[in-house]
């Protein structure tokens, strides 16, 4: 693996289904996140943990969950699919550090649809 | 609130200078990224500021006025290859990053 991978490319999805959007990185980044992207609208944040074993609230996340086991992995799950959760989920990492901010590197996407 | 605007849409000539404008209001302020984003694909870094002035990389220059909550892309020397969604987007307060919705260039021969 280099870089960020998501599985899968893309979903079909019957409503009220259950669905892990799955997230892998080898770049060893302790913070990662999952954005959703939709027409017209900017990335808006879904679910973020800055370390593994911590997990926090983004601009959107009623209907999602993550967990953080390892430093690798970052599941996205949607406990019961509605419509208005088809979009494009990215997966996104960095490395956060005490000097300020660096940049985000992006999983290829997953793109979803709902119903 | 937070807010960042960008125009939606922009066109320019292959071989051509743009110029892509960003303002943004948010709570607090630790730096301002621009990334790039091909139909179909992941947004990629394109450039970060976080002092005021201007950042040169290649043909790619970005510039920063934090007084005025406003940033510029410049694109010089256009290609085809350039036509994509250019993306704003400002670290808050709590180091998360507030996206604009996007600028999307259509570069014409």
């Known amino acids: 693996i280099a870089g960020i991978t998501q599985a899968p490319t893309s979903q079909i999805l019957a409503a009220g289904r259950r669905m892990t959007l799955r997230c892998t990185q080898d770049m060893r980044h302790n913070a990662m996140y999952w954005y959703r992207q939709d027409l017209g609208l900017g990335l808006r944040l879904i679910h973020y943990s800055n370390t593994a074993g911590t997990t926090g609230k983004g601009e959107v996340p009623d209907g999602y969950s993550v967990s953080r086991a390892n430093t690798d992995d970052f599941p996205l799950t949607l406990a019961s699919a509605v419509p208005s959760q088809t979009s494009v989920y990215f997966c996104?990492?960095?490395?956060?550090?005490?000097?300020?901010?660096?940049?985000?590197?992006f999983g290829p996407g997953t793109r979803l649809t709902v119903l | 609130g937070q807010n960042i605007d960008q125009p939606t849409e922009m066109t320019a000539t292959e071989g051509a200078i743009v110029q892509i404008n960003c303002t943004y209001q948010?709570?607090?302020?630790?730096?301002l990224f621009w990334y790039q984003q091909h139909a179909g694909e992941a947004p990629t870094f394109l450039s970060y500021n976080v002092l005021d002035g201007l950042e040169e990389k290649g043909r790619f220059s970005s510039f920063l006025s934090r007084s005025k909550g406003y940033s510029y892309l410049l694109l010089k020397e256009l290609q085809m290859k350039d036509s994509a969604s250019y993306l704003c987007?400002?670290?808050?307060?709590?180091?998360?990053?507030?996206w604009g919705a996007g600028t999307k260039l259509i570069i014409k021969p």
């Open positions: 996104a990492s960095s490395l956060l550090q005490a000097g300020g901010p660096r940049e985000q590197f």
């Open positions: 948010t709570s607090g302020f630790n730096g």
């Open positions: 987007a400002v670290t808050d307060s709590n180091y998360q990053l507030i």
